[in-house]
């Protein structure tokens, strides 16, 4: 009969054992901190602390004010489940929760100064339990001959997993179980060598080997759960790592965070659809806009203080501070740490400061080593724009060299030294003005005016005020030329008369582009009208022979219908456009005038207005202006005042 009120006795004894109390008072600047050193003075893990507040901490403002926390903490007492019957829902549960895992029950046999001790551990899933001849085995080989059989008998069918006396023996001193301590690395590692025990030697218990730590003054970073295992599963005379130091660590140093990239040199390659790489568009400019973070400061941490294995502090350093690196066009924003542009522009880091720059140099040509040119500011190339490239600004563009058959816009002025050759699809646009030397089969437009030194050959240009040719060489061949205002040069038209050359002014040239447009679109849309018609026609002549129709044809018809008035409502929002772009027009104040300074040749065409004049004889120094609905020839008159200054500056 197994004796459980004695078994309930001794699981009582060992329950008050664990709700034994100590109690300490720590402090730190931080809770975790307090906390960290009960954990030292008590000897338990930080899991198993309980702690009351006695005063919050503050963490101060700007170091004013600053409070430590104070706490009163102790261990919190070890609860051991007790197993009530084999069908209770805990055990059920717990059969759920370790259905996954097999693993057969232990037992261990420690001797102590109060006796005999055993434990048992129960199995897990369908592991094997422990028996009590396997118990009574494990003592016997011990040499324990005052064994509790029935105390045996309890501890093996509760497997409650703590130790239970349950004999006694005569102890042997001599015969204990001794311990080494070493302390290695700079007091950071404590290793325990440990000797075992001899016949009725005591052997060493958690407690014990804590003791003697403690002894060796060895009180932080102590491995409980190490300990604890080498309770249960010894190894002799091999050194053991049973605690260890935590390392200082100094604060990570403040670094700058930059949203763009730093390398000027690398590139960004996209591939298309296809899988080909678009070696036009490689991203080397990075634009931002006003008040855009171009970089922000991460600040320096705080270093941690190291602690040895006997309780000393490690002093940590913390990290270094550093400023804003702050160069050209930025500033730095309310919260001190980050970076804002002034100004749209180039954004790029030169002798370790943040710019933004509103000018991008391009030294050399715009090609494949440059890639296409996209930039919120002004761009300056020093050399060329080659063929199939492009170059767009949100300020001026200024080229050294001359723009091949490429592709430029820029929402102010543009500056060509040398030259245009459009191949006639090259197509330069601009916002204001537009400069070259000279101007070959390309397509133009300015939204001010268009000033030329040597000449302008086969070309589409179209200016809002004035285009003018007045350089020693300057002459208009071929092409069609548009300004509201005026167009000047020495000479227009070829002696051959074989090249087309016209002229349009007294117009907006925006305007007539959209009439011409307007106009296309009007023709699309009755050819359209009158072929949708005549289908329409057609079936409705068949249903009136036959007095119907098939059913796909009488859906054909119904879709008809809907074309035809679709197309009505089209040609007559287009009308409505037309007229309101002729308002516009007509509402153009400018006089519109043509003029030559050497001569213009037969063939040329001049109108004004919608006024035309097809040149049939040579002028010299003439101009062309609109009177009584005629264009009359007036002796010649010089570029408007502002057009020559423009020129002028241009030369020098």
Known sequence: MIDFVKLQQLMKDQLEIDRTIRIVNTEGPTLESALEEASTLLNIPVRRIEYEVIERGFGGVFGAGKKEWKIKTYAKALMRKTKISADSESVGEEAVSTATMNSDGEMFVMLNPNGALLKVKPPTGSGRSVTEAMAIQALNDRNIKDIDVNMVCAVVGHAEGVYIKVGTFNRNYSHDSNLRVEVMDNDMKAFIT?????VHGCDLSEEIIVDLLHKNHIVYGIKNDVIEHFVDHPVYKTPVLVAEGMKEANGRNAYIEYKFETNPNKMHLRESRTGMIDFKNIQLIQNVIDNQPVAVKIPAEEGKKGRTVKGEFLPA????????????????????????????????????VVNVEPVFLVQGNVCLKTGNIIFLGNVVVTGNVEDGFSVKAAGDIEV???????????????????????????????????????????????????VVSDGIINSQVD??????????????????????????AQVIGTSSGGTETICEVGIDPSIKEALEQLALDKERYKKELENVQAEMQMLINIKAQRKSLPEDKEFLLNELMDQRNSLVSELEDIDKEIEQKQEEQSAVKTRGRVSVANKIYPGARIVIRDVVENIRNEYRAATFVLEDNLIRVVKYEEPDKDAKREFESMND
Request: net charge neutral.
């Open 194 to 198: 440990v000797e075992p025990a001899g």
């Open 317 to 352: 350093k913390d990290g270094v501070d550093i400023s804003l690196p702050l160069g050209n066009h930025v500033h730095a924003d309310k919260d001190g740490m980050t970076i804002l542009a002034d100004i749209n522009g180039q954004v790029m880091l030169a002798n370790g």
């Open 463 to 488: 200016a809002y005020k004035r285009i003018v040719c007045q350089g020693k060489r300057a002459r208009i061949v071929g092409g069609r030329l548009r300004a509201s205002e005026e167009i000047n």
């Open 400 to 450: 050294k060299g001359t723009v091949e058959c490429a592709e430029m816009e820029a929402e102010g002025n543009i500056s060509v030294a040398q030259g245009i050759t459009g191949k006639t699809t090259g197509h330069v646009k601009a916002g204001k003005s537009i400069w070259a030397r000279f101007i070959e089969n390309a397509i133009i437009d300015a939204g001010d005016m268009v």
